[in-house]
Structure formats: C-alpha cells, structure tokens
C-alpha cells in the first residue's frame, strides 16, 4: 500500500506483491461478514433449515394435525409400489427430456437468424420475447382455448385443411406434445441470452473461415457453436432445472388428466402434500426431486469438459 | 493492418446483388412467419374476448370483430374483483421490489467490492442455492408459518425477499465488478468507510442494474402462481393470477369471459414491458454472458 512509508515496506513488498496491512484485512473480513449478513441470515432461515427439515420430516408421517411420527424408510418404500409416482416420474422425464432438447435448438436457430444482417432486429426480438412476460396462469388460459377440441383455433384450422384435430389435452397421447408446444412458444429468454453470445463471436473468424473455402454450416457448426458453447451451458441447465419443477400450466390447464398422463412429478408432489396432507410422502419425493435435479446438473457439467469451449483465457 | 479493420467482411459482400435480395426476402419471410406464430395466440386472445359468444365460434373465423363487443369486461370484472386483486398484486410487486432492492444490493457489494478470506466459498453457495427446487423446502416453510400465524398474509411471500434473493444478488454482483477499483481506493484513502462508499459511489453509478432488478422482480411477483396458490387461502387476498385460476374452475367454458380476464391481468405487465424493454433485454442478455 502507498500510504506506508519507509524501509520496511520495501522490504515486505519484495515478498508480497501488493500487501494489505493486517487490521485492514481485520476490518475487510468484518464490514465482508456484516454486507453479505442479511443474505446468511435469508439462506440459514429459508433455505438451509428447511431443505434439512424436508428432510427429517420425509422419514415420517405428518399430517399437520398429529405431531410427526418416525417411520424410518416407509416413505421412500412406499414410491416403488405406488403406481401414480412412477408414473408422475414417468411424466417429468418425458417432458424434460423432450422440450430441453428442442427448445435448445428452437432457440439457437430462431437466435441465429436474428443475428444475420437484417432490418429490424429489435422489433423481431421484442415479438419473440413477448409471450415470457405474460402470466402463466394466463397464457395456460389462452391455451386452453386454443386447444379446445370444439371451438379452439388450432383443431378448427386443421378441420379447415382436411385433418382431424387430435383432441390435445383430452388425449393421453397429445396431452404431453401439446404442453411442449405451448412451452416452445414461451422460449423467449433464451433466444435473447442467445442473442447475446452470438454478437460476441468476432467477426475475424468467420472471414478467416470463409477464405478457407467453409460453407454456411461449416461456419455455424465449427464457430458459431464452440464460440457459445458456455451460453448453451447455462441455458440448458437451467432449461433442465425449471423442466424438473415443472407445475403451473398443467395444474391450471388439465389437473393431470387424462388418467394421470400429464400428472407431472411437481403436481402429485403438491396433492401429496396440501391436497391428501400426506407430509411426509411429499417430503420424501421433494429430497429425490433434489437429487434428481442435482444428478442431472452434474451430469451435464461433466460432459460439458467435452462440448463446452472456453476461448484460451482457461 | 488486421482483418478486423477491413471495412466490411467480404464474405458478405460476395454474391450477386440479386441472390442477395432473394436471401434476404427469405430471411424475412422465415421470420414474419415465426413471429405471427408468436403473436397469433395473444392476438387470439383480445379478438376472442370482443366477440359475442356465437362469433367466437364461427369458421371461417372472425378476425377482428365489427363493432367490438366490449361487455364480457364489465360481466368478467363482476363475477370476480379483478381490480381489488390487481391491487394486492401490485402491492406484492412493490414490496418486493423494495427487499429485494435494499437487500440484494448491501449483499452485493460484500461479494464484488470486499476482499475477505470466506467470500469465494459463500458466493459459491449462494448460486448452489439457485439450484434448490422450490419443492424442497415448501413443506417446513409452510409448517413454519403456519405456526407463527403467517398463512393467510403476504408475508410468507415477502419477508424473505428482504434478506436477499440469490439471482439478483447475482446479477449486481457482477455489474457491481465492472466499476473500477481506483474509485473506491481513492474514497477509502480519504477517509470513507466501505458503507460510505458503497452509499455515494457505487450505488449511483448502479441505476440502471438497479432498475433491472426491480424490474424482473416486479413481473416475478405479478406473475407468480405457486407462493400464492399455498399461502394465500383467503379470497380478498388473491393474486390475478390466483383469481384467474378460480375463474376458470368456475366458468370453464365461458371463453369470451376468460380471453377477458386474462387480457384484464395480462396488459398492466405487457405496458410494463413495452415501456421497459432496453433494461430488461439488457438485463437478459447479462445474466446469461458472465454465468
């Protein structure tokens, strides 16, 4: 530091670089502790306690009338021979592994037409984005009616062209497609994340790609994609966290139905929990959804040693 | 000279003047397409809640309906309080805004200004809480405020905005880094002390993150479904979004009226975005580059 003077300093400096005298570091590691305690007290109170208190309970029955009672593993027996879990697991699955997919590449293609030298990009960008802003309750509303086998849009245009609507959420085998494709339509903060990562690539490398004789998919496969790479990363893994929470839109538009086939993990959890006041089971199913996420987030980032390209600053 | 200074690319100069052209029209004639596909919907929404019951269902459809028949809004607006839960929901909105402002921002600048030996580690936990299903701590929080009389109040939904929420502590942070040291240093060297400096320095020059996450936090709380849905059980406290859902277990297939109720909680947030788009597609576009 600049405001010491004198030999010793210049000695110390030899060893250290850049010092920091020990009752600054004192008051740092304070006035650190002081800034961030509002967020320790938050995290120790509202995340911390209960993610261990989900925990305890998950090892007994509960039912909010009678104090808990210990059940040991009861509870997680219970899952492998209760048909509608496998099923909700079933549901989860399906859709996560479905829309995380194509919405990754949805978005990645609707962002890379954007980012091809056009007029009125913005304007595009803030249609794309639209739908992300509008409530969920609302759009599972008015996707409701758009579903509608009678009278919604989309069965009557398909009438009007000579196909039969498939009947969508009153159908066990359209009701999960149709949940995909309302999801698509909401996938607007990705494309501008997207976006984003695309108008950081610099331009040399698709000119020095070009002198070497590369075509347009050459280009969007060999610099497009390494260069935001790290930005499918993050959208991915969180496309894969909300996917697994997965709720409000079957809860509002179908309650799981037809025979349980949009029964989503995230829904029978919260009937579990504030519908049949099984506690303890809800509780149960939370801790393997936290597994469940946590698996799959790990695997992901492991595999991103192979796919993700972080420049040459590591 | 650098190819970066050649004055345009000349991979986009090649090709004729007319394959040009007829790139670009397809260019726009895939995007005019998708974006229809985008807009139709809520397009479909407002033509739906204008029309007379008889033309809503009528093939070839009624695009835009002559004259607009505006009553199912009054009749929507007098089966449930919209109005009276547009209030609450704004209420919430703005609660939150405030804790989640007053506290994401002090945390923040103990994660980006501060040197301190645990800091690496406790920021570290914090993104690692982002990943927390909100299904894992459901049950004991609602156990916990069911016990200290909370259920039936907003206050399970706002007291823990006020100790800071990860995302927003998150992006302040890193807008927090971008503000040069030097400033800070000199303020110290005068005398200042970190909450001083976090008050007349970096707090001014943090408007606009500031305004992003108030923002975001706004539409999260106008938006929000499941917190209400557990903790709110009483009818004059209910979200839009928790009326709506009322709305259509009761008049499930009153379409007029529903495409009205949704339009009525959709527009105060769709002006609201209209009015706020840089910031938020700023703010967007930063959460996802320095992850």
């Known amino acids: ?161 000579g196909i039969p609507g498939p009947g969508w959420l009153y159908s066990e085998v359209w009701v999960k497609p149709a949940l995909i494709l309302m999801g698509l339509w909401g996938i607007g903060q990705p494309i501008v994340i997207y976006l984003a990562g695309l108008q950081g690539v610099p331009h040399e490398l698709y000119e020095a790609a070009y002198l070497e004789g590369a075509n347009a998919w050459q280009r969007v496969r060999n610099i497009t994609l390494p260069m935001i790479s790290p930005v499918i990363l993050f959208n991915v893994i969180l496309g894969i966290i909300g996917s697994f929470q997965y709720f409000t839109q079957p809860y509002v538009m179908t309650q799981g139905g037809p025979s349980n086939t949009s029964l989503v993990f995230a829904l029978y959890l919260y009937q579990n929990a504030f519908q049949y006041l099984h506690l303890g089971y809800a509780s149960a199913m939370a801790w393997l959804l936290f597994v469940i996420i946590l698996l799959a987030t790990l695997l992901v980032f492991r595999s991103s040693a192979k796919w993700v390209y972080y420049g040459g600053e590591q | 000279m650098a190819i970066s200074e050649l004055p345009v690319p000349t991979w986009r100069r090649k090709g004729k003047r007319g394959q040009r052209a007829a790139g670009s029209t397809v260019k726009h004639l895939v995007l005019i397409i998708l974006s229809v596909s985008f807009v139709f919907p809520l397009f479909w929404m407002i033509s739906t809640s204008i029309k007379p019951t008889y033309e809503q269902m009528r093939w070839p459809p009624i695009w835009i309906p002559n004259p607009f028949d505006w009553s199912n809004y009054p009749q929507a607006v007098q089966f449930e309080p919209f109005f009276h839960y547009m209030l609450n929901t704004f209420n919430y909105g703005i609660l939150s805004v405030i804790g989640t402002v007053l506290s994401s921002s002090v945390v923040a600048y103990g994660f980006a200004r501060i040197n301190w030996p645990e800091k690496n580690f406790l920021f570290i936990l914090m993104l690692a809480t982002m990943m927390l299903p909100f299904q894992v701590t459901m049950v004991p929080l609602f156990i916990l405020f069911k016990h200290i009389g909370w259920v039936g109040s907003f206050k399970p939904l706002v007291v823990p905005v006020f100790f800071g929420s990860a995302f927003n502590i998150f992006l302040l942070r890193q807008f927090f880094m971008t503000i040069p040291f030097s400033l800070s240093e000199a303020a110290y060297i005068d005398g200042a002390s970190e909450f001083t400096i976090f008050m007349r320095i970096i707090l001014p020059l943090s408007k606009p993150a500031i305004a992003t996450i108030a923002l975001f936090q706004f539409i999260y709380a106008w938006n929000d479904f499941t917190g209400p849905l557990i903790y709110l059980n009483n009818q004059s406290l209910y979200t839009v979004s928790l009326g709506l859902q009322t709305y259509v277990s009761s008049y499930g297939t009153q379409w007029g009226l529903l495409m009205a109720a949704s339009t009525i909680a959709t527009l105060p947030i769709v002006i609201l975005f209209f009015l706020t788009q840089r910031t938020f597609i700023e703010g967007i576009s930063l959460s996802g580059l320095k992850g």
């Open chain 1, 1 to 161: 530091m600049s405001v010491e003077v004198g030999r010793g300093v210049v000695t110390r400096r030899k060893r250290n670089p850049n010092p920091v005298s020990k009752a600054r570091q004192r008051r740092n590691r304070l006035t650190g502790w002081l800034f961030i305690s509002p967020w320790v007290v938050g995290f120790l109170a509202f995340a911390l306690f209960p993610f261990l208190a989900t925990l305890f309970y998950s090892f007994t029955n509960y039912n909010m009338l009678n104090p808990p009672q210990f059940v040991g593993l009861l509870n997680y027996k219970q899952m492998f021979t209760d048909p509608l879990f496998w099923q909700s697991l079933y549901n989860t699955f399906f859709y996560t592994l479905i829309f995380v997919p194509l919405s990754t590449v949805v978005a990645i293609a609707i962002a890379l037409l954007l980012n091809m030298n056009i007029k009125g990009r913005a304007i595009y960008r803030t249609i794309f984005y639209l739908p992300s802003v509008v409530p969920l309750v609302a759009s599972s509303v008015l996707w409701l009616w758009l579903f509608n086998p009678s009278f919604g849009f989309i069965d009557a245009f398909l009438r009007a062209v």
